[in-house]
């Protein structure tokens, strides 16, 4: 068996072994459901309610890929702003922090205000929640570029767009591609924040309905649904991540353990 193999047989043992333990621990101590329902219970309410849950999925699914992908092109376009400008990094820098300091679930009743309740409040938060991320990542990485590569390409009479598309961004890809994995994830918390306060659809509107009827396994439901969601989507962007920038990954062998 290979080292891979047997590093991921490992997490799953563990992985399984902690659901085992939570099982157990409900069992012994007589932990009612209403209060931490069993591994199973979840996962009974998960096949019981599955089309009632289904389109609550599908929707903040959606939600969350169109605000990740707005907060995308946004935070790209921002963190090649300010990290290829002295002045646009002083400016900028000051507000992004200011504004990501401002806790997203009070920003959600203006979204409301201004748009209404639905889809499109859920989709901006999850844009802003994802954006602070990406900017300082691309923004990190185009003002970590060697200064080396700079000089050469000014000795080729390359102008400043052509620095920054040729070897600014291709340098900050693998800050890029790990702002990406925790900006996906911040993504569905900026989703269900804003469908727990204003949508009628969705797992946190789905969660918020079963929680005020103390239906405690369908919100666990709802919980290993977002999880599942956010781990899925977390395997993908690694997976590319392998494929466009495998040259910027660590090699097994140089790893602990």
């Known amino acids: 068996m290979t080292p891979g193999w047997r590093r991921h047989l490992q997490s799953a043992?563990?992985?399984?072994?902690f659901f085992v333990l939570w099982e157990l621990a409900c069992i012994v101590f007589h932990i009612k459901e209403i209060v931490l329902p069993r591994p199973t219970q979840i996962l009974f309410t998960l096949w019981?309610?599955?089309?009632?849950?289904?389109?609550?999925?599908?929707?903040?699914?959606?939600?969350?890929?169109?605000g990740f992908a707005l907060g995308i092109v946004s935070g790209v376009l921002i963190g090649a702003l300010i990290g290829s400008s002295r002045l646009a990094y002083d400016v900028g820098y000051p507000l992004l922090i200011g504004f990501s300091s401002?806790?997203?679930?009070?920003?959600?009743?203006i979204f409301v205000l201004w748009f209404g309740a639905g889809t499109v409040p859920a989709v901006l938060t999850a844009m802003i929640m994802s954006?602070?991320?990406?900017?300082?990542?691309?923004?990190?990485?185009?003002?970590?570029?060697?200064?080396?590569?700079?000089?050469?390409?000014?000795?080729?009479?390359?102008s400043k767009f052509d620095i920054l598309m040729n070897v600014g961004l291709p340098r900050a890809m693998p800050y890029f591609f790990a702002s990406l994995k925790v900006s996906v994830t911040l993504a569905f918390v900026g989703t269900v924040i804003a469908e727990t306060v204003a949508s009628n659809l969705g797992i946190?509107?789905?969660?918020?309905?079963a929680s005020s009827s103390f239906d405690v396994p369908l919100v666990f439901a709802g919980l290993l649904v977002l999880a599942?969601?956010?781990?899925?989507?977390?395997?993908?962007f690694s997976l590319i991540e392998g494929r466009v920038i495998g040259w910027a990954k660590r090699k097994d062998e140089f790893a602990l353990g």
């Open 131 to 158: 954006l602070f991320p990406i900017v300082v990542n691309v923004a990190t990485g185009l003002a970590t570029t060697e200064p080396e590569l700079e000089d050469v390409m000014k000795a080729l009479r390359a």
């Open 48 to 66: 019981e309610r599955a089309p009632a849950i289904w389109p609550h999925t599908l929707q903040t699914l959606y939600t969350t890929l169109v």
């Open 228 to 236: 599942l969601l956010g781990v899925g989507l977390y395997a993908i």
């Open 13 to 17: 043992a563990v992985i399984v072994g």
């Open 102 to 109: 401002i806790p997203k679930v009070a920003v959600v009743p």
């Open 204 to 209: 946190g509107n789905l969660m918020m309905i």
